[in-house]
């Protein structure tokens, strides 16, 4: 969920009009609860703890300039593997930046919220 696409997609709706046709909501966040219906509690911890802070200070925190080969500190192997079987990082499709874990909290309330207006008409 690249911010851009996001933006992209806001960008498509408002300029072909298509908002004028829309009931629009405001989506809340969801919990860590009901995000944990969908997710494991692994992965929301993960974001919640890696990704939603400062992500420099993180990598310095465990010992990873950002620019060299990672020591060989245990938690700084703890926090590659994760990100690499979690697919979140620069190379993925889920870019890791501050808020993120905010951003799913309202995508995911969003998206709770919508099913819902769905499924009650």
Do not use: W
């Amino acid at each position: 969920m690249r911010p851009e696409r996001i933006a992209m997609a806001h960008s498509l709706v408002v300029n072909t009009g298509l908002y004028r046709r829309l009931n629009v909501y405001h989506a809340r966040q969801a919990s860590k609860e009901e995000m944990g219906r969908f997710h494991s509690e692994d992965y929301l911890n993960y974001l919640e703890q890696y990704v939603s802070k400062d992500i420099s200070s993180k990598f310095a925190n465990v010992g990873i300039d950002r620019f060299a080969y990672p020591s060989a500190q245990q938690p700084a192997l703890d926090f590659l593997e994760h990100r690499q079987h979690f697919k979140v990082g620069e190379s993925t499709d889920c870019p890791a930046f501050n808020g993120l874990y905010n951003l799913c909290q309202i995508s995911s309330g969003g998206s709770i919220d919508a099913a819902c207006l769905l499924l009650n008409g």
